[in-house]
T-cell receptor
Framework: AQSVTQLGSHVSVSEGALVLLRCNYS??????LFWYVQYPNQGLQLLLK??????LVKGINGFEAEFKKSETSFHLTKPSAHMSDAAEYFCAVSPPVFGNEKLTFGTGTRLTIIP | KAGVTQTPRYLIKTRGQQVTLSCSPI?????VSWYQQTPGQGLQFLFE???????NKGNFPGRFSGRQFSNSRSEMNVSTLELGDSALYLC??????????????FGEGSRLTVL
């Protein structure tokens, strides 16, 4: 079974500071990994995904993540936080298997931006 | 291109009643998944349909059911509602062109409150 662990249910950073949201995965085979963002009263939006190509993945809104197999990590970063980044972020994993659209999500990290 | 549309957005039911939620996927998407989101359990996978067939199922009781129509629209039904069924129910669609990509496009959700 696959799983992801997000370290820190709440993270606060100052506007302009580095954003680092942590995600570690558990999987017997190299998985697909994703970061989604959820703004209040909205659904989830895909930020970026890793599907066994480049290990450094760039997403929308200036976010990026690096797949590190040796550390089983897929941490999300952004060099400079903006007020509009305040939201909840979810890391997710799926097996790279045909016909499997099932994602297993982490428990989420709520990001607060301090003006 | 229109996004994933879920109806109704909000609804209130009482224990013992049943509810039907509807989801219209992005045009051309043939896979529709349903997730339950609660503060305590986070995002949990309910089921996924592809070409009118249930392809994946999560660990929910039989009171939770779904179906998909020939136009890819999907409905989920919860019978004999319990207080614990209060949640945001999210629908997501995917194009599923081959190997599962896991790139899900989410609707804004249907918020169910059970009294």
């Amino acid at each position: 079974a696959q799983s992801v662990t997000q370290l820190g249910s709440h993270v606060s950073v100052s506007e302009g500071a580095l954003v680092l949201l942590r995600c570690n995965y558990s999987s017997s085979v190299p998985p697909y990994l994703f970061w989604y963002v959820q703004y209040p009263n909205q659904g989830l939006q895909l930020l970026l995904k890793y599907t066994s190509a480049a290990t450094l993945v760039k997403g929308i809104n200036g976010f990026e993540a690096e797949f590190k197999k040796s550390e089983t990590s897929f941490h999300l970063t952004k060099p400079s936080a903006h007020m509009s980044d305040a939201a909840e972020y979810f890391c997710a994993v799926s097996p790279p298997v045909f016909g499997n659209e099932k994602l297993t999500f982490g428990t989420g990290t709520r990001l607060t931006i301090i003006p | 291109k229109a996004g994933v549309t879920q109806t109704p957005r909000y609804l209130i039911k009482t224990r013992g009643q049943q509810v039907t939620l509807s989801c219209s996927p992005i045009s051309g998407h043939r896979s529709v998944s349903w997730y339950q989101q609660t503060p305590g359990q986070g995002l949990q996978f309910l089921f996924e349909y592809f070409s009118e067939t249930q392809r994946n199922k999560g660990n929910f009781p039989g009171r939770f059911s779904g179906r998909q129509f020939s136009n890819s629209r999907s409905e989920m039904n919860v019978s004999t509602l319990e207080l614990g069924d209060s949640a945001l129910y999210l629908c997501a669609s995917s194009s599923t062109t081959g190997v599962g990509t896991g790139e899900l496009f989410f609707g804004e959700g249907s918020r169910l409150t059970v009294l």
